[in-house]
């Protein structure tokens, strides 16, 4: 423990393997607090963007080789271990955030401990994933075994901090249900457009997703397939081989595209679609809102608390192509008619900027930190 005015910190962080929302939150983390020190089950430099490569990075296991990556993969019921293993005597914060092991570290009585969940692990709770390993039937009762013990170490890990805050409503409620815990909401920082246009917009709708079976980008190009409406589907995963197949004329895959592009398709499309069941957040439905555009989305999990119906967009109930395609055709319906103000929308988004995470961050660390000093 440091006896300095300023608290030593530590971010703790699942594994630097891609670059996703995760890592955007952590890059968010270190605007807060600079000077933090990461620690992570394993890191991959090569995924590693260049602010968290700034910040020193503490891994259990340096993933630097194609045959640690796999075993890493493999044997990722181990990862307690690892976590429990780091000696974090010399902070004063420790700040974890992730869906599974983070939370697990074991901290001293005179340090806080801070833990931000995203989702309690949705392969350990019934919820889908993108995995396929555990549709296969030869593992299912070895892996009913692991999760067993698994959920119990979960469960106590998830006690282990002194404080609990979650991305959204949708996680709270999982948080209470799983754990018995109460938490604090405090939503992800969402970057915001600052380039909104109003020109006129296109005549096609747009999805972007990571392209794996739970995401239900199967459903939503098949329900194109029934009606006379253009789709674009942004996005790379285990199921493009199969979606291109599925897709007829009117819909195109258009695969991994640049930030730049993905701005100027948010720009020049006619609404947005997220056709995912149960999502954790959403963070693409913000972004789509902070262009000025309503989105079509399941009445579920994190989306619920930014879409406004009516206002901002729509929902729909039932997940399969013929519903979905009537769901789509009275959006289209309602845009043409100019239900939505692209102004509201942008508004709607303003509630999940950057900044106010980090403000709302910061304010309550720090609360938490004074009064623990008191």
């Given at each position: 423990?440091?006896n300095?005015?300023?608290p030593?910190i530590?971010?703790?962080?699942?594994?630097?393997?891609?670059?996703?929302g995760?890592?955007k939150?952590?890059?968010?983390?270190?605007?807060?607090?600079?000077d933090?020190e990461?620690?992570?089950?394993y890191?991959d430099?090569?995924n590693?963007?260049?602010k968290?490569?700034?910040a020193k990075?503490?891994?259990?296991?340096?993933?630097?080789?194609?045959w640690?990556?796999k075993?890493?993969?493999?044997l990722?019921?181990l990862m307690?271990?690892?976590?429990?293993?780091?000696?974090?005597r010399?902070?004063?914060?420790?700040?974890?955030?992730?869906?599974?092991?983070?939370?697990?570290?074991?901290?001293?009585?005179?340090?806080?401990?801070?833990t931000?969940?995203?989702?309690?692990?949705?392969?350990?709770?019934?919820?889908?994933?993108?995995?396929?390993k555990?549709?296969?039937?030869?593992?299912k009762p070895?892996?009913?075994?692991?999760?067993?013990?698994?959920?119990i170490?979960?469960?106590?890990?998830?006690?282990?901090?002194?404080?609990?805050?979650?991305?959204?409503?949708?996680?709270?409620?999982?948080?209470?249900?799983f754990?018995?815990?109460?938490?604090?909401?405090?939503?992800p920082?969402?970057?915001?457009?600052?380039?909104?246009?109003?020109?006129?917009?296109?005549?096609?709708?747009?999805?972007?997703?990571r392209?794996?079976?739970?995401?239900?980008?199967?459903?939503?190009?098949?329900?194109?397939?029934l009606?006379?409406?253009?789709?674009?589907?942004?996005?790379?995963g285990?199921?493009?081989?199969?979606?291109?197949?599925?897709?007829?004329e009117?819909v195109?895959?258009?695969?991994?595209?640049?930030?730049?592009t993905k701005?100027?398709?948010?720009?020049?499309c006619?609404?947005?679609i997220?056709?995912?069941?149960y999502?954790?957040?959403?963070?693409?439905?913000v972004?789509?809102?902070?262009?000025?555009?309503?989105?079509?989305?399941?009445?579920?999990?994190?989306?619920?608390?930014?879409v406004?119906?009516?206002?901002?967009?729509?929902?729909?109930?039932?997940?399969?192509?013929?519903?979905?395609?009537?769901?789509?055709?009275s959006?289209?319906?309602?845009?043409?008619?100019?239900?939505?103000?692209?102004?509201?929308?942008?508004?709607?988004?303003?509630?999940?900027?950057?900044?106010?995470?980090?403000?709302e961050?910061?304010?309550?660390?720090?609360?938490?930190?004074?009064?623990?000093?008191?």
């Amino acid at each position: 423990m440091q006896n300095t005015n300023k608290p030593k910190i530590a971010i703790i962080h699942d594994q630097l393997t891609q670059y996703g929302g995760a890592e955007k939150t952590l890059e968010a983390l270190l605007d807060i607090f600079p000077d933090a020190e990461i620690i992570t089950g394993y890191s991959d430099p090569v995924n590693i963007s260049q602010k968290i490569l700034a910040a020193k990075i503490i891994p259990g296991i340096s993933a630097t080789n194609s045959w640690v990556k796999k075993m890493c993969r493999q044997l990722v019921f181990l990862m307690p271990i690892v976590f429990e293993s780091f000696d974090l005597r010399k902070y004063d914060i420790l700040i974890s955030e992730g869906t599974a092991w983070p939370k697990g570290v074991i901290t001293s009585p005179n340090q806080l401990h801070i833990t931000y969940v995203y989702t309690p692990p949705r392969f350990l709770y019934g919820y889908a994933t993108e995995g396929q390993k555990r549709d296969k039937w030869y593992l299912k009762p070895f892996l009913r075994v692991i999760d067993h013990f698994l959920r119990i170490w979960d469960y106590t890990a998830a006690h282990r901090p002194d404080f609990v805050l979650v991305i959204s409503e949708e996680i709270k409620k999982r948080v209470k249900k799983f754990y018995g815990r109460e938490s604090t909401i405090i939503y992800p920082p969402v970057e915001l457009v600052t380039n909104y246009s109003d020109a006129k917009s296109e005549d096609f709708f747009l999805c972007i997703s990571r392209l794996a079976a739970y995401k239900n980008i199967d459903v939503l190009i098949s329900a194109f397939n029934l009606i006379n409406l253009k789709l674009k589907v942004v996005g790379t995963g285990k199921e493009m081989e199969k979606l291109k197949r599925l897709a007829k004329e009117n819909v195109e895959l258009l695969g991994f595209v640049s930030e730049e592009t993905k701005n100027s398709l948010l720009t020049e499309c006619k609404g947005f679609i997220f056709p995912t069941d149960y999502e954790d957040f959403g963070i693409v439905v913000v972004e789509a809102l902070a262009h000025g555009k309503p989105v079509l989305c399941h009445r579920s999990g994190g989306p619920l608390e930014i879409v406004q119906a009516g206002k901002t967009g729509m929902f729909f109930d039932t997940v399969n192509p013929e519903s979905l395609a009537n769901s789509i055709m009275s959006f289209d319906t309602e845009i043409n008619a100019g239900k939505f103000d692209p102004q509201r929308c942008i508004l709607s988004a303003n509630r999940f900027s950057a900044e106010r995470f980090k403000a709302e961050f910061y304010n309550f660390v720090m609360d938490k930190w004074e009064a623990k000093r008191a």
